[in-house]
């Protein structure tokens, strides 16, 4: 495959560079508040279409999961082929849509529809926005728009609980409203539609991005056909220990990150009896200065340890992060009071969000750029199989059908992360030695290429 030197002056601006990653990062950002504004909205559809824990939970993971699982991949292979604007501009206009059909959802199959179609085109946003940025700055400046990237899902995640509980409270003293030809729509309902209209504005933001030439190793790669699935398959099968751990590790330890979003809201009400303006204001707020801290102080980190010795810093600093997140979950319903349980809370939310940027950065630096868009979607895959399709489920089955009791949700928060951390820190204890090893050869090309 013939590919082209490229200077310095041949990579994009950094001032367009970091333009791309703020409107990337406003994108991630919005597609997490369709994704999470249900989270909040639990009771009240619970209530009203009258299901169980575990029937809600199946609409916040495996419904939401597994069209974005199974599309994963193959966008991340239309990523790789064609033009990344366009399929992110697609997938962002398609979860839009999604998300105002959840508020004309009048019946449980209408809202898992809707949240099928979600997570659909949710599927194109984290494939594209990786590549793209890979392609916008050289290896050794990616790591910091990367963290600032990362932190939409916290910000999304935050807002969604501020915002949403805002509307919601107004709603509810509304009373309902009622809509030509659809008739009263309920509190939760009108949420829905209020967190999709800014969706438009959003889907011409991302219109506006350019889509960079494709790089590899400071050269410019003329031809834009992938690496077949063979060669992907060799690829991944020569570094299988590090890809364990980064795709197989990192999940493990996003089910604590989705069980406690999932249901965090349910146990500041159920156990403190808060409503959805305390919870909205206090959690949103909670999540979104502890999880964009965690995201933004993981380069940093990571960083420390490296200037240490340790060339494995991100996977390292992974498994630290771990246990100090599971310490942090099991407090949380130990606490006597609700601004006790916040202080855990806002300290898993950090610890759980630490090693994401370096871990990213580390998965579009071991991957050839041309393998990028579907090593991708195979990171989202495993994440949302394992993370968002066990997490809230752990946590309502738990509650369900071991403690059978729904003010128990804290320990059942607790237990899930009991499960899972242990099969995380397998894989990414045995990516350690490998992963160094990588990054130690890695540097002697390097070395020896500007020698």
């Given at each position: 495959?013939?590919?082209?030197?490229?200077?310095?002056?041949?990579?994009?601006?950094?001032?367009?560079?970091?333009?791309?990653?703020i409107?990337l990062?406003?994108?991630?950002?919005?597609?997490?508040?369709?994704r999470q504004?249900?989270?909040?909205?639990?009771?009240?559809?619970?209530?009203?279409l009258?299901?169980?824990?575990?029937?809600?939970?199946f609409?916040?993971g495996?419904?939401?999961?597994?069209?974005?699982?199974?599309?994963?991949?193959?966008?991340?292979?239309i990523?790789?082929?064609?033009?990344?604007t366009?399929?992110?501009?697609?997938?962002?206009?398609?979860?839009v849509?999604?998300?105002?059909?959840?508020?004309?959802?009048?019946?449980?199959?209408?809202?898992?529809?809707?949240?099928?179609?979600?997570?659909f085109?949710?599927?194109?946003v984290?494939p594209?926005?990786?590549?793209?940025?890979?392609?916008?700055?050289?290896p050794?400046?990616?790591?910091?728009?990367?963290?600032?990237?990362l932190?939409?899902?916290?910000?999304g995640?935050?807002?969604?609980?501020?915002?949403?509980?805002?509307?919601?409270?107004?709603?509810?003293?509304m009373?309902?409203?009622?809509?030509?030809y659809?008739?009263?729509?309920?509190?939760w309902?009108?949420?829905f539609?209020?967190?999709?209209?800014?969706?438009?504005?959003?889907?011409?933001?991302?219109?506006?991005?350019?889509?960079p030439?494709?790089?590899?190793?400071?050269?410019a790669?003329?031809?834009?056909?992938p690496?077949?699935?063979?060669?992907?398959?060799?690829?991944?099968?020569?570094?299988?220990?590090?890809?364990?751990?980064?795709?197989?590790?990192?999940?493990?330890?996003?089910?604590?990150l989705?069980?406690?979003?999932?249901w965090?809201?349910?146990?500041?009400?159920?156990?403190?009896?808060?409503?959805?303006?305390?919870?909205?204001?206090?959690?949103?707020?909670?999540?979104?200065?502890?999880?964009?801290?965690?995201?933004?102080?993981?380069?940093?980190?990571?960083?420390?340890?490296?200037?240490?010795?340790?060339l494995?810093?991100?996977?390292?600093?992974?498994?630290?992060?771990?246990?100090?997140?599971l310490?942090?979950?099991?407090?949380?319903?130990?606490m006597p009071?609700p601004?006790?349980?916040?202080?855990?809370?806002?300290?898993?939310?950090?610890f759980?969000?630490?090693?994401?940027?370096?871990?990213?950065t580390?998965?579009?630096?071991?991957?050839?750029n041309?393998?990028r868009?579907v090593?991708?979607?195979?990171?989202?895959?495993?994440?949302?199989?394992i993370?968002?399709?066990?997490?809230?489920?752990?946590?309502a089955?738990s509650?369900?059908?071991?403690f059978?009791?729904?003010?128990?949700v804290?320990?059942?928060?607790?237990?899930?992360?009991?499960?899972?951390?242990?099969?995380?820190l397998?894989?990414?204890?045995r990516?350690?030695?490998?992963f160094?090893?990588?990054?130690?050869?890695?540097?002697k090309?390097?070395?020896t290429?500007?020698t």
């Open positions: 495959m013939p590919n082209q030197p490229v200077t310095a002056s041949q990579w994009p601006s950094t001032k367009l560079g970091w333009y791309v990653a409107l990062t406003i994108g991630y950002a919005y597609s997490f508040i369709d504004i249900i989270n909040l909205l639990v009771e009240p559809i619970r209530a009203d009258e299901i169980s824990d575990t029937q809600i939970s609409l916040q495996f419904a939401f999961a597994i069209t974005y699982v199974v599309m994963s991949i193959p966008i991340g292979r990523v790789d082929l064609f033009n990344r366009l399929v992110l501009s697609i997938g962002t206009a398609i979860y849509v999604s998300t105002f059909l959840c508020g004309l959802s009048t019946t449980y199959t209408q809202l898992l529809v809707a949240r099928l179609g979600l997570g085109g949710e599927a194109s984290t594209a926005s990786w590549s793209m940025l890979a392609d916008y700055f050289p050794d400046k990616l790591t910091r728009p990367v963290s600032i990237l932190m939409g899902p916290y910000i995640a935050g807002l969604s609980l501020m915002i949403g509980g805002e509307i919601y409270m107004w709603a509810e003293a009373g309902g409203i009622t809509v030509p659809f008739g009263e729509m309920r509190p309902q009108i949420t539609f209020a967190v999709a209209l800014p969706g438009f504005l959003v889907l011409l933001l991302i219109a506006t991005i350019p889509d030439p494709r790089l590899q190793g400071g050269k790669l003329t031809e834009h056909e690496v077949n699935w063979k060669e992907v398959r060799m690829h991944l099968s020569s570094n299988s220990r590090i890809y364990g751990a980064l795709l197989l590790g990192v999940p493990g330890v996003v089910v604590t989705y069980g406690l979003q999932a965090v809201p349910s146990f500041l009400d159920r156990v403190h009896g808060w409503d959805r303006g305390q919870i909205g204001a206090v959690y949103g707020l909670v999540s979104l200065i502890a999880g964009s801290a965690g995201v933004l102080s993981g380069p940093t980190l990571a960083g420390i340890l490296r200037k240490m010795g340790y494995d810093a991100p996977l390292r600093l992974t498994v630290f992060a771990t246990l100090a997140t310490l942090s979950v099991i407090c949380i319903p130990l009071t601004m006790s349980s916040m202080i855990f809370i806002g300290l898993a939310s950090f759980v969000t630490v090693q994401f940027a370096p871990v990213t580390s998965i579009q630096i071991v991957t050839p041309k393998m868009g090593v991708a979607g195979m990171y989202v895959v495993t994440v949302n199989l993370g968002l399709g066990l997490g809230p489920t752990l946590v089955a509650t369900d059908y071991i059978g009791d729904p003010k128990a804290g320990y059942s928060l607790a237990l899930a992360a009991a499960v899972s951390t242990p099969f995380a397998i894989f990414l204890y990516g350690l030695k490998p160094q090893i990588l990054v130690e050869d890695m540097e090309r390097e070395a290429e500007r």
